[in-house]
């Protein structure tokens, strides 16, 4: 075999090999991101790579559905005992968004704003929650999404600073 195609099809195989070893999410960041079908509930703006809609990423529950979710179960001060939160990691999120900045304002449907460091999502699973106890939050239940962070996990985390970063009634995130 000649050595330009032998050298073709080596680099072919490692391209393929090194795509498979990359983790889904971060396969998908790489696509363009779909349309939302249903009603959107989340709005991302700012420097997105993947913008779907008029220069923001917006999702549908069912977007946020078929990203990996993740589960915990914690203690909060919002709560009376252990709740469990499911949602899709925020780094995910932000990653299908081809999201780009050092902090993210989250805010909600009361007007609340915080601001939260990127370096949050890569360091601790945070996460979008939208189930709390396996099943869709009400407006009442500070859904439909929850930005929650796991404090069971992670001593440091429980604390104002930290609680005051969790926001519920989660409607948009602004990349900074």
């Known amino acids: 075999m000649p050595i330009a195609r032998r050298s073709a099809l080596m ?19 790489e696509q363009p991101l779909a349309e939302p079908a249903g009603a959107v509930v989340l709005s991302v703006g700012g420097s997105l790579r993947h913008p779907n809609r008029d220069g923001r990423a917006v999702f549908d529950m069912a977007m946020l559905e078929k990203l990996p979710q993740v589960s915990f179960s914690t203690q909060t001060p919002w709560y009376p005992g252990t709740r469990k939160f499911t949602g899709p990691l925020l780094r995910d999120v932000l990653a299908l968004a081809g999201a ?10 009361n007007d609340y704003r915080v ?18 106890d396996d099943k869709p939050m009400a407006v009442r239940d500070k859904g439909p999404l929850f930005l929650i962070y796991p404090f069971y996990k992670h001593a440091e985390l429980r604390n104002s600073v930290y609680y005051g970063r969790s926001a519920w009634q989660l409607t948009s995130l602004e990349l900074r």
Request: one cysteine or more.
């Open 115 to 132: 601001v939260v460091p990127l370096e949050d999502a890569r360091r601790y699973d945070v996460i979008v929650a939208r189930l709390l």
């Open 11 to 29: 680099l072919g195989l490692m391209t393929c090999v090194l795509t498979m070893a990359l983790p889904a999410h971060a396969r998908q960041a």
């Open 100 to 109: 780009q900045g050092k902090v993210v304002e989250a805010r909600a449907l």
